[in-house]
């Protein structure tokens, strides 16, 4: 199961995290993990080259993005990936799990 988390404080979004992997099918041949990688990967991209956010880990199983200030293009770039991957877990609810945390 891919979970994701993202949190929200005051309508901005902080964080996001991405771990596990599907289980769709067997790695390499995982289309739900490759539609996760493909829009996450795009989203690191675009924060990284619009955004002034440095706080990006990516891991084994694991992304996480910190947000210390955010800005009109943060918020956007991070809404959008968030309903990119709401859209990939519309089709594949047993493999996805998407949390919304507010502080």
Same mark, same amino acid.
């Given at each position: 199961?891919?979970?994701?988390?993202?949190? *929200?404080?005051?309508?901005?979004?902080?964080?996001?995290?991405?771990?596990?992997?599907?289980?769709?099918?067997?790695?390499? @041949?995982d289309?739900?993990?490759?539609?996760?990688?493909?829009?996450?990967?795009?989203?690191?991209?675009?924060?990284?080259?619009?955004?002034?956010?440095? $706080?990006?880990?990516?891991?084994?199983?694991?992304?996480?993005? $910190?947000?210390?200030?955010?800005?009109?293009?943060s918020d956007?770039?991070?809404?959008?990936?968030?309903?990119q991957? @709401?859209?990939?877990? *519309? *089709?594949? *609810?047993?493999?996805? $799990?998407? @949390? @919304?945390?507010?502080?």
């Amino acid at each position: 199961m891919i979970d994701i988390r993202y949190t *929200q404080h005051d309508n901005h979004i902080i964080s996001l995290e991405i771990s596990g992997h599907a289980g769709f099918a067997e790695s390499g @041949k995982d289309l739900v993990c490759a539609a996760v990688s493909g829009i996450t990967f795009g989203l690191l991209n675009a924060l990284d080259e619009l955004t002034d956010i440095k $706080k990006m880990t990516v891991g084994y199983n694991l992304i996480q993005v $910190k947000v210390d200030t955010p800005t009109a293009e943060s918020d956007l770039l991070l809404s959008a990936g968030i309903i990119q991957l @709401k859209t990939v877990q *519309q *089709q594949n *609810q047993r493999f996805i $799990k998407i @949390k @919304k945390m507010e502080v």
